[in-house]
């Protein structure tokens, strides 16, 4: 049995709050999202990332005072138990911090101009990630009034933080301005109209609404590929748009079914707060 869809219009008209509303298959108005300058959206993001990380910082510089006998706070825990719980808060907000970052280069992304400035604007978290660490992992290798098991115990345990954050921070699909213009074009080569649809755990975005993989979606939003880009769907579903794989065979292309999957994993929960 055919699951009935609702299809909803990311785009539509925005009240005095910031509040967006679209219509379902019926007409009924529903709330969508809020919205507002792109810019704005990006530069919040951008600020509460720049907190995060000065959050996961501080609790850096907390844990080498309390290494080197600077500070004695909190004398009931032992100094391994007080070093693994900073090392381990220091890795929560440096990748809040990297997700929120990864938002904003989708919402805003810099330009392939300059290639210098589009690494560094790419790749500075990763940078950033390291001195969140590295200070920490360096004092603790070279502490010599830490017992062996716990010297090792911590260590080990700040190498794999420092692992975690890197691949948190490092963004393997990074967006440029350039990147979404030609995108933008090649859909209207196939959609006249522009519009894109998706559906509420989609990895790509689509130009065919009826697509395969919407089979057992609910839902069925439908924008611009710059609305898809700002969720972080980058990549066109490749039997909607054989134009991006003019060498593949795309009748044979297998097709995932289970996008719109009712069950919410961790990394969703996270990324749906940080939107």
Known sequence: MAIKKKYVKVQSEETENNEVYGKDEHGKIIKIEQTGDPKKRATCKRVWAIICWVIAIAFEV??????????????????????????????????????????????????????????????????????????????????????????????????????????????????????????????????PSGTVYWAEHSKKYHVDQDCPAFSNSKTVYEG??????ERGLTDPCRRCIPEYHEDEDTENIEIDENEDNEELWLWDIIWGLIE
């Open 62 to 191: 907390i844990g080498i005072l309390k290494l080197t006998e600077v500070i004695n706070w909190f004398s009931g825990l032992d100094i391994t138990t007080f070093l693994i719980i900073c090392i381990v808060l220091d890795l929560i907000f440096v990748i809040i911090g990297s997700l929120l970052r990864k938002k904003a280069n989708h919402i805003d992304p810099a330009s392939e101009k300059n290639k210098t400035k589009f690494w560094l604007w790419n790749n500075l978290w990763t940078i950033l990630s390291v001195i969140a660490f590295l200070p920490i992992i360096i004092l603790i290798f070279t502490d010599k009034d830490l017992d062996k098991r716990s010297k090792w115990l911590v260590w080990w345990i700040a190498i794999a933080a420092l692992a975690i954050a890197g691949l948190a921070s490092y963004d393997r699909n990074p967006v440029s301005m350039e990147w979404l213009e030609r995108a933008e074009k090649e859909v209207l080569q196939v959609s």
């Open 224 to 229: 611009t590929v710059k609305d898809a880009y």
